[in-house]
């Protein structure tokens, strides 16, 4: 199979052309990329601990980077790489076969891994973006030379920020000329340091999502999608038959389905009146979280298997990691979340979210008094690292359907994760997190969710 990929002679030698050997000196051209830097670096990654016995990360790492040092504008799609690497026909269907998509999560995995304590003589940083298959290359605050300008390392700004010494502005003679110089100077680079910093921000705010969720690639097996069901009862055919207006009116299913038993309040029914329904009971603020979570899993590479109500139990949760959604309707997160610093609570038909410990605070949904319909939800977002099954393990709820759709736009958002936990101690991706979130509701549609507490342990 031609990959594309020019071959390695041995290591340490030229993985691509002009690969500096052992310690000597390299200095990039201004505005071009270093690419002996970023393939000495590509070696070094490749024989880690991390790459060394995945013969299958190997290849798409080689493969994007080559790619990119071969001065290729344009990123790799998915299709191309699924059809170079993994000898898919080049018209097959991306989205029934992702192939691709979950071997460039466990690429990323595997390099926040190599990254969490990088060898010394690493010059460069290889990521691969969320979202992306063309890898950027972040120069390390030891890397002194022509293509990483220093004042951007020690302010801790990406390189894409333009240091004031990289302006080359030579001003001859005193007077007006030379404060106009100066002027300028100042100017550009205060827009350089500010466009660094914006780009800073959007690159942490790109981290706190495949952070939090990073836990979940440590293992291949599939992250199971948990939906509760509830216990549902429909009327019987016979009480159908018994309320009907015109002969025949609830003769066909459909009928029965979309319509009501015409009773009145004080009509009497009996408990045989009423059919038990196993096919019927997920809500929909419940399935609506699971489409998100389940979609943003697929987009960071990793497979997810749909379990609902008893298709699923505790040896289930044991053997892989999962995102258990819903509160009172599901007993999973009922006992997963019990005791922990938020947790949900009921006392005489009224449910909350609890704080134990701290201020002791509490959270209640709130009903529109002319149509009965939450007004105001909370819902609850728990990461657990190592839970009591074992496994990585996410609970998404809310209170009522509108708090499960809230707190599942905050553990799938970037810009939310980064607000959350701007404030988090530096290492919160190695612990667990709860945060609390608030939605105002409209006709029974969420509005967009508000963060109203966080604690981290």
């Not at 999962?322 to 006392?347: P, R, Y």
Request: net charge neutral; proline share 6%.
């Amino acid at each position: 199979m031609n990959s594309g990929i020019k071959p390695t002679d041995h290591a340490g030698d030229g993985l691509l052309n002009g690969t500096a050997k052992g310690g000597d000196h390299h200095r990039a051209i201004p505005g071009e990329l270093d690419r002996p830097a970023v393939a000495r670096e590509l070696e070094l990654i490749l024989a880690s601990p991390f790459f060394h016995n995945s013969k299958r990360s190997q290849q798409f790492l080689k493969c994007v980077v080559q790619h990119r040092l071969d001065g290729n504008e344009e990123p790799l799609k998915e299709r191309t790489i699924g059809t170079m690497l993994y000898n898919r026909p080049a018209d097959y269907a991306t989205g029934d076969d992702s192939v691709v998509r979950v071997q460039a999560g466990e690429v990323r995995r595997r390099l926040e891994q190599y990254y969490k304590e990088p060898p010394s003589d690493s010059l460069v940083h290889i990521d691969l973006p969320l979202g992306s298959y063309a890898p950027e290359f972040h120069w390390s605050a030891t890397a002194h030379h022509v293509g990483q300008p220093v004042a951007n390392q020690e302010a801790g700004l990406p390189d894409s920020a333009v240091a004031p010494d990289q302006i080359r502005v030579v001003a001859k003679g005193r007077g007006r000329t030379g404060l106009w110089v100066t002027v300028s100077i100042c100017i550009l680079a205060s827009a350089a340091v500010l466009t660094g910093y914006v780009t800073y921000q959007k690159r942490i705010s790109d981290r706190a999502l495949n952070q939090f969720w990073a836990p979940i690639f440590a293992t291949s097996k599939p992250a199971l999608i948990c939906l509760p069901k509830t216990v549902l009862y429909r009327p019987s055919m016979a009480l159908f038959k018994r309320s009907e207006k015109t002969p025949g009116e609830f003769d066909n299913e459909v009928d029965r389905m979309n319509g009501r038993p015409h009773l009145k309040p004080n009509d009497p029914i009996r408990w045989g009146d009423m059919v038990e329904f196993p096919d019927f009971g997920v809500g929909k603020g419940d399935v609506k979280a699971a489409f998100r979570l389940s979609s943003l899993l697929i987009k960071l590479g990793k497979d997810t298997e749909l379990r609902v109500g008893n298709d699923y139990g505790w040896d289930d949760l044991r053997n892989a990691p999962a995102v258990i959604i819903g509160a009172f309707s599901n007993q999973w997160t009922m006992k997963i979340t019990s005791g922990l610093h938020f947790a949900f609570a009921e006392d005489n038909g009224v449910f909350r979210i609890q704080e134990h410990g701290g201020e002791g605070r509490a959270w209640y949904d709130e009903l529109d008094p002319r149509t009965s319909l939450p007004a105001e939800d909370y819902g609850l977002v728990t990461r657990l690292v190592n839970s009591g099954t074992g496994q990585f393990v996410i609970t998404v709820a809310g209170i009522t359907a509108p708090g499960s759709e809230a707190a599942a736009e905050v553990a799938s958002s970037q810009d939310e994760l980064e607000k959350a936990l701007r404030n988090a101690p530096r290492d919160w991706k190695r612990r667990n997190v709860q945060i609390v979130v608030k939605t105002t509701v409209t006709e029974g549609v969420a509005g967009p969710a508000q963060i109203v507490a966080v604690y981290v342990w």
